[in-house]
């Protein structure tokens, strides 16, 4: 990759289709909107209707060219899971990117009773991604980039009581524990992906300290509005923008000669040009990462097929 890569190293996307999860605002939102100025046809996958249709006018407004929808997807219900795959069922997918998340939540339970942010942030791009596979199978270098974060390094998964059912339940761990998921499952697909001789490259990023609304969002759900303010002004102060942030994603999905298993983020850790990031030696662990692709195949009902022309079994 270039040694600053920006967002003028992006290749020409024309004729390719990308979905981007969390596309509403945000890393999501950046990382949509540059995919869609190089030329790729682009689906942005969105939790809330109202904002993603907003999302998508303003896109429309920035790039009057750009090809671009919307359809909504909730990664915290299975069901809704399912019904985005079925209703886009794409013959060819170049780039799905699994960038949606929750942070530091108060303690909830998804649709189907798994803790929120390991439901959200890894079980429902895992049954996305299992569900999407015949079309990335299908696509010649096609890319899965899912979107983990520095803050993995607070703690490895837990397999024995990932739904908090008999552990105190504390929301920096969870979130924790869901991006180092997030980086196993980035291992375990890059190793069944190759064994499988499959032209499909798994990567992820993360996107050091950037301003979004995720940081927020959980001390708003509880009223602490002292703590929201606090939170706001360190992203004013310290937190880079959001178009810095969504760098590594989009270096991921679109820089030539990308490692399989790549882990990339800020070179500075939390800010800076898109480089290779710091990786906690558990999230290559080779009996975790399977271990919990097993688990999380029970979890979701979803299971994948890397054969040739196969369909994804549900």
Not at 118 to 141: I, K, R
Not at 157 to 177: E, F, K
Not at 280 to 303: H, I, K, Y
Request: net charge positive.
């Amino acid at each position: 990759m270039a040694r600053r890569w920006n967002t003028s190293h992006i290749p020409d996307q024309t004729g390719r289709l990308a979905v981007v999860t969390g596309a509403n605002s945000g890393l999501g939102y950046v990382t949509a909107r540059e995919l869609a100025r190089r030329g790729a046809r682009v689906v942005l996958a969105c939790r809330d209707k109202d904002r993603g249709a907003a999302a998508v006018a303003r896109l429309h407004s920035e790039l009057p060219a750009s090809d671009v929808e919307l359809r909504t997807l909730d990664l915290a219900d299975l069901a809704s899971v399912r019904a985005f795959a079925e209703d886009l069922a794409p013959d060819r997918l170049d780039l799905l990117i699994n960038n949606a998340g929750v942070m530091a939540l108060p303690y909830r339970r998804t649709a189907d009773g798994f803790e929120m942010q390991f439901g959200t942030n890894h079980l429902g791009h895992f049954a996305l991604t299992g569900l999407l596979l015949p079309a990335l199978l299908a696509t010649p270098g096609s890319r899965v980039v899912t979107v983990s974060s520095g803050l993995h390094a607070l703690a490895d998964v837990n397999l024995t009581d990932p739904h908090y059912a008999s552990h105190r339940y504390r929301r920096w761990i969870a979130y924790g524990r869901s991006k180092s998921a997030n980086l196993l499952f980035t291992h375990e697909l890059s190793a069944r992906l190759a064994r499988a001789g499959a032209d499909v490259l798994a990567v992820a990023a993360h996107p050091g300290y950037a301003a979004t609304n995720l940081q927020t969002a959980g001390v708003r759900m509880e009223g602490r509005s002292r703590a929201e303010q606090l939170v706001g002004l360190g992203n004013r102060i310290f937190a880079q923008p959001a178009e810095a942030g969504a760098l590594p994603t989009l270096c991921a999905a679109t820089a030539p000669h990308m490692k399989p298993d790549a882990f990339l983020g800020p070179q500075g850790g939390l800010r800076g040009a898109p480089a290779p990031s710091f990786r906690a030696p558990w999230t290559r662990n080779d009996v975790t990462s399977e271990l919990l692709w097993t688990a999380s195949e029970e979890m979701t009902g979803v299971t994948y097929d890397f054969t040739p022309q196969a369909q994804t079994r549900a």
